[in-house]
C-alpha cells in the first residue's frame, strides 16, 4: 500500500482546513510586530508547515519503526491546526494518555512550532470538551513569561475534528443530563476512533491494522468494556458503541457536577474546538 493510503487510514482525526476564529488578528498575514500576541496567533492561523514524523509502533510489533518506511509519516496544516490535532490525537482520561500512540507526532509538531515562534512567547494548547470533563488535553510550547514582565495575551479557537452532537440541544430539553451525556459520548468516540477510518484499516497490513487494534483495546479497557469480538469481525460501530455507553456514566458525571441544567450544559459543550492562547511579553 501507498504511504499516503496509510497514513489516511490511520490519522485518527483529519486535520482541519476550517477557518479559525481568531480575536482582533490583523487583516495582513504578514507579522511586523512578532512580539505582540495578536501578532503571534495570526501567524499560527495562517502559517501551513509540513511535520515529518514516525509513526509510534503498539507494544509487542513485529517490525522497528526505525528501520521500516512504513512508519514514516509527513502531516501539513496551518500550526494551529497541527497543534489541535496534537492535542486531541494525544487526549488522556483522568490525566493518563488514553491510547499511547501519537505521541511522536505531537513531538514533532512542538518542535516544528516552537522553532517559529519568536523569542519570549509561550503558546498554551487547551481542549476541554466541557467544563470538569474527565477527558481532555493541555500542553505548552515555550516557557513562562517571568512575573514581573508586561505580558500580552491573545486566544484563538481551532477546529478539534471532532463535531458536536446536532441533536444535543433537543436531547437536553427533553430528556436531562444521562441522554445527553449519551450523545455526547458518542460524539466523542467517534472522533477520537472514526469507525469507517479504523473497519478498512483492520483489514490493513502491519503496522496500520495492529496500531488500530492496540488504540481500541487500550479505549476498552480505559471504559471496563470488551470489544475485541466486535473488531475481530471487523464491526468497528459496535465496538464504539459499546465504548461510548462506558463513557456515557462518566460524562453524565461531569455534566451534572459542572452545570446546574441540561440546558446550561449545552451551551458550555466545546467538542468541536481547541482553545490556543499565546502570551509575549517584553524584558
Same mark, same amino acid.
Do not use: F, Q
Given at each position: 500500500m501507498t504511504a499516503a493510503a496509510l497514513d489516511a487510514?490511520?490519522?485518527?482525526?483529519?486535520?482541519? $482546513? =476550517?477557518?479559525v476564529t481568531v480575536t482582533s488578528v490583523p487583516a495582513s498575514p504578514a507579522v511586523t510586530h512578532t512580539d505582540r500576541a495578536d501578532?503571534? =496567533?495570526?501567524?499560527? $492561523?495562517? @502559517?501551513?508547515?509540513?511535520v515529518p514524523y514516525t509513526l509510534e509502533p503498539s507494544p509487542n510489533a513485529a517490525t522497528d519503526p526505525? @528501520?521500516?518506511?512504513e512508519f514514516d509519516r509527513v502531516a501539513h496544516g496551518t500550526l494551529a491546526s497541527l497543534l489541535a490535532d496534537a492535542a486531541v490525537r494525544t487526549v488522556r482520561v483522568d490525566g493518563e494518555a488514553l491510547t499511547r500512540t501519537n505521541a511522536r507526532f505531537a513531538t514533532a509538531v512542538r518542535e516544528v512550532v516552537a522553532d517559529r515562534l519568536p523569542p519570549r512567547t509561550r503558546v498554551v494548547v487547551r481542549w476541554k470538551p466541557f467544563p470538569d470533563a474527565h477527558l481532555g488535553r493541555t500542553f505548552a510550547v515555550g516557557d513562562d513569561p517571568p512575573q514581573s514582565a508586561d505580558v500580552h495575551a491573545e486566544t484563538i479557537r481551532v477546529p478539534s475534528g471532532v463535531d458536536a452532537p446536532n441533536t444535543a440541544h433537543v436531547t437536553a430539553e427533553d430528556e436531562g443530563h444521562r441522554a445527553l451525556a449519551r450523545v455526547v459520548s458518542e460524539s466523542l468516540v467517534a472522533g477520537i %476512533?472514526?469507525?469507517?477510518?479504523?473497519? %478498512?484499516?483492520?483489514?490493513?497490513?502491519?503496522?496500520?491494522?495492529? %496500531?488500530?487494534?492496540h488504540r481500541y483495546r487500550r479505549a476498552s $479497557?480505559?471504559?471496563?468494556?470488551? @470489544? =475485541? $469480538?466486535a473488531i475481530e469481525r471487523g464491526d468497528t460501530r459496535d465496538a464504539n458503541r459499546q465504548i461510548a455507553a462506558a463513557m456515557a456514566?462518566?460524562?453524565a458525571a461531569d455534566l451534572e457536577r459542572a452545570s446546574e441544567s441540561p440546558a446550561e450544559a449545552?451551551?458550555?459543550?466545546?467538542?468541536?474546538?481547541?482553545?490556543i492562547s499565546v502570551r509575549t511579553w517584553s524584558p
Open positions: 487510514c490511520l490519522c485518527l482525526l483529519l486535520i482541519s $482546513a =476550517a477557518a501578532a503571534v =496567533a495570526g501567524t499560527l $492561523a495562517a @502559517t501551513t508547515a509540513e526505525d @528501520t521500516n518506511p %476512533l472514526p469507525p469507517e477510518k479504523a473497519r %478498512l484499516a483492520l483489514g490493513d497490513d502491519a503496522p496500520l491494522d495492529d %496500531l488500530v487494534r $479497557a480505559r471504559y471496563g468494556v470488551d @470489544t =475485541a $469480538a456514566d462518566h460524562v449545552v451551551e458550555r459543550l466545546a467538542l468541536d474546538s481547541v482553545e
